[in-house]
């Protein structure tokens, strides 16, 4: 049984950091891309980061560039996404899903990859 759980979400002020953890379980990590994905209320979702299974290359959003690093440990099943300098409009459920593929990172992750954890809130106070 295939199973994300994300962990290390929290309240957060303006300028802090948190790390995210995705736990992934059922399958083998290493042929797996996986990416950090977040909702803010009211928004649609929207890709932050992804880390492809094929030679762990990374791609990140604009918006988090220079701030947010994705690493995978695949001995340890677990995906991370440090977060440093947030600001308030990071505030959002973030997700962690998981697709078999072996793209480069700039198109293997997207909003229909095949597993998907149930989120972790992050809430940055301004």
């Known amino acids: 049984q295939v199973q994300l759980v994300e962990s290390g979400g929290g309240l957060v002020q303006f300028g802090g950091s948190l790390r995210l953890s995705c736990a992934a379980s059922?399958?083998?990590?290493?042929?797996?891309?996986i990416g950090w994905f977040r909702q803010a209320p009211g928004k649609e979702r929207e890709g932050v980061a992804c880390?492809?299974?094929?030679?762990?290359?990374?791609n990140y959003a604009d918006s988090v560039k220079g701030r947010f690093t994705i690493s995978r440990d695949n001995a340890k099943k677990t995906v991370y996404l440090q977060m440093n300098s947030l600001k308030p409009e990071d505030t959002a459920v973030y997700y962690c899903?998981?697709?078999?593929?072996?793209?480069?990172?700039?198109?293997?992750?997207?909003?229909?990859?095949?597993?998907w954890g149930k989120g972790t809130l992050v809430t940055v106070s301004s």
């Open positions: 899903a998981a697709e078999s593929n072996r793209a480069p990172p700039l198109i293997a992750c997207h909003v229909g990859m095949d597993y």
């Open positions: 059922g399958f083998t990590l290493d042929y797996y891309a």
């Open positions: 880390i492809s299974a094929s030679n762990g290359g990374t």
